[in-house]
């Protein structure tokens, strides 16, 4: 069946360093979604990534959706406190079933 | 605009009773979602509708799983009998359709003891 997996499934940085998670289908994905989940809350939706190669930016965090739409990536600049969490990507996939990916639960160090 | 609603947000029970969960989508979404998240785990997809009819429900175990969302609007998504392994979190989610955002409800942590 398919797979969505992420790499690094945990991370721990300094706060102020960068941070990258990668997203990874076994499929096409027609539109890739990223999600937040706080410890002990539910995921919340950050963004919606559709066309290939499309690269989107809120803030600090930029959201990139490969040319294959297989992959997709979220980095975060100068990572702060408010950044902890676990970051899911998501998305449909053939017959319309929809993945979530592995996470990445980010610590950051004050 | 309210949110999704889900109760209760906290269930014991012993293993071999019944369970139920309810869920109120946001007004006007088409899509309903199940999912169940285990910790450090993402979610993981129980069942959709598409308004009153369930169009995957291929990872809900039917032998003891079900679900049902009359009118296209609330469901409820049953557990009968609980077992050990069914401790979790249920999570329910809506979206206006099937491509669009999903937003998550509180969840129902559930232990079975």
């Known amino acids: 069946g398919q797979q969505v997996m992420q790499i690094p499934q945990y991370q721990h940085v300094q706060e102020g360093e960068d941070f990258t998670t990668y997203c990874n289908s076994s499929?096409?994905?027609?539109?890739i979604q990223w999600y937040k989940q706080r410890p002990g809350g539910h995921p919340v939706f950050l963004i919606q990534l559709v066309k290939s190669g499309e690269v989107k930016k809120q803030k600090r965090l930029t959201f990139q959706f490969g040319e294959a739409k297989k992959n997709s990536s979220l980095h975060i600049t100068a990572t702060q406190t408010t950044d902890v969490g676990t970051y899911f990507c998501?998305?449909?996939?053939?017959?319309?079933?929809?993945?979530f990916g592995t996470g990445t639960s980010l610590t950051v160090i004050p | 605009e309210a949110g999704v609603v889900q109760s209760p947000r906290y269930k014991i029970i012993e293993k071999k009773q019944p369970v139920a969960f309810w869920c109120n989508p946001i007004?006007?979404?088409?899509?309903l979602y199940w999912y169940l998240q285990n910790l450090g785990q993402g979610p993981e997809l129980l069942i959709r509708y598409e308004n009153e009819e369930a169009v995957d429900d291929s990872q809900l175990p039917k032998d003891r799983f079900s679900a049902e969302r009359l009118k296209g609007v609330d469901s409820t998504l049953k557990i009968q009998p609980a077992e050990l392994g069914d401790s979790a979190v249920y999570l329910c989610a809506s979206s206006r359709d099937s491509r669009g955002t999903q937003y998550f409800g509180p969840g129902t942590r559930l232990t079975v003891l």
């Open positions: 499929t096409t994905l027609s539109n």
């Open positions: 998501a998305g449909p996939g053939t017959g319309n079933q929809f993945y």
């Open positions: 007004s006007g979404h088409n899509t």
